[in-house]
């Protein structure tokens, strides 16, 4: 079955530690995001990448870090410098073409204390 | 700055009713516009997109409506069933990757 896996889905780390979510698609998308959700807001963009080896900021990078070295796959770093990292974070890919329909992965909740 | 406005922030029928979800937004120069399915601490599912050019997208019992010139999107759900209590979330896509702007969602229970 074709699909996105996020993993872990529950993340527990102590303030002042890196953290890595994985995302993995075997749709054959060319472009991927990183969502943040939290309670009462909309989802916000992180960074998005479009092709291999090449990746945008968002709306809310600062604190973040991503990497690009296969189409498949799509890392987030989340760093000591992001203020506020606890919360939903979602991984989402689509064509780079047509339609640009956005498929979703079920998401890592981090909680960091 | 693309807003997403959705129309009520929660709603409570009883089973078999058919229902409607508001979506609103400020630019009307859009590209696509999703709708999405999330249950609780889930990721999100697609529902049903339509593109710019389009008017309607049906699949099953749901029917999505696109009026640019207004900035409105209705989400149009028939016969609810307990099964389709989730919050429903509309995005728009605005010309660019970086441009899809999500609602909150409206947070739908049917009840049986």
């Known amino acids: 079955d074709g699909g996105i896996t996020q993993s872990p889905k529950y993340l527990f780390r102590k303030e002042g530690q890196n953290v890595t979510l994985s995302c993995e698609q075997n749709l054959n998308h060319d472009a991927m995001y990183w969502y943040r959700q939290d309670p009462g807001q909309g989802l916000r963009l992180i960074y998005y990448s479009q092709i291999v080896n090449d990746f945008q900021k968002g709306d809310i990078a600062e604190g973040y870090s991503v990497s690009r070295e296969k189409k498949e796959s799509f890392p987030l770093t989340v760093t000591s410098a992001q203020k506020n990292p606890t919360a939903f974070y979602l991984c989402a890919s689509s064509m780079s073409s047509g339609s640009y329909e956005q498929y979703f992965g079920p998401g890592t909740r981090l909680t960091v204390t | 700055k693309q807003e997403v406005t959705q129309i009520p922030a929660a709603l409570s029928v009883p089973e078999g009713e058919n229902l409607v979800l508001n979506c609103s937004f400020t630019d009307s120069a859009i590209y696509n516009l999703q709708w999405f399915r999330q249950d609780p601490g889930k990721g999100l599912t697609s529902l049903l997109l339509i593109q710019s050019s389009q008017r309607e997208q049906t699949s099953g019992r749901l029917n999505a409506s696109l009026d640019k010139s207004s900035g409105r999107s209705t989400l149009y759900i028939a016969a609810s069933q307990p099964g389709d209590s989730a919050t429903y979330l509309c995005?728009?896509?605005?010309?660019?990757?970086?441009?899809?702007?999500f609602g909150i969602g409206t947070k739908l229970q049917v009840i049986p």
């Open positions: 995005a728009v896509m605005a010309g660019g990757y970086q441009k899809v702007t």
